[in-house]
């Protein structure tokens, strides 16, 4: 097992559990990935999902022995290994659930692709960002569009041409990183901020603005504005917004 699966209060926690090998991808860590996080969002009881892992380094990106083979991969093996990848990041950018990063330790190409397709990442202050591919002659291909859509072309540009590291304070301002917390009050920081969203926020509510955030972008603004009235009238038509109002209304206390 490369990764560990577990349920607590409504938070599924998905563990990187290779920590000799500073939890490099392999072909079954990424399938194993693939499966917790089917298993997360079809859950009815899991509201939020965290991404954390073992040992020192929270993922280094692709390991040596999976390096070795693409010397001898062909056009299609190298293709079906590459969309296994991109499977997996889009899955995780998808999720109907918030997800968050728990990053304890250096977060390195295909691993800081990882930070970049959650919703939230915690970050402890020592750990280091980047997108080396460019280093070993690689590119970075699969993250940069999420990278793109999630701080812009200018920072982008910056960390996938450069392949340079950056501290966890420069991932803050670039906004890859939420929120930079001390080691000791990493795990708890995060727990805090999950069981916060699972008791005071409506899941169906939560659910319709992360697809509204991936819808609203890839239209033009009248459209994507007519797109925001029509979910603005459908999403007060749900049970979760009247039940929500109702209390308001009458001072009471929400339970979600």
Known sequence: ???????????????????EKRNAFSDELVEELKSNFSKAENDSTVK?????????????????????????????ENLGDSSSLKDLYEQIYMLSKPTVAQVQGHA???GCGLVSVCDFAFSVP??????????IGFVPAIVMYFLIRKIGEAR???LLISGNL???????????????????????TVLDFCQNMCDTNSGEAMKLTKQAILDVQ???????????????AKARMTEDCKKGIGAFLNKEKISW
Do not use: W
Not at 1 to 19: D, G, H, Q, S, W
Not at 126 to 132: C, L, N, P, Q, R
């Open 166 to 188: 950056i501290k966890a304070e420069k991932a803050e301002q670039y906004g890859i990183v939420t929120e930079i917390v001390e080691a000791e009050n990493l795990e708890q």
């Open 1 to 19: 097992m490369y990764t560990n699966y577990e349920v607590k209060n409504r938070i599924a926690f998905i563990t990187l559990n290779r920590p």
């Open 218 to 232: 890839e239209k033009t603004i009248p459209d994507a504005l007519r797109y925001a009235a029509e979910l603005n």
């Open 108 to 110: 390195l190409a295909g």
């Open 156 to 158: 982008a540009r910056h």
């Open 48 to 76: 939020v999902i965290v991404l954390k892992a073992n040992g020192d380094v929270f993922c280094a990106g692709a390991d040596l022995g999976y390096l070795q083979t693409l010397q001898t991969n062909s056009y299609q």
């Open 126 to 135: 020592k750990a280091k960002y980047g997108y080396t591919e460019v280093k």
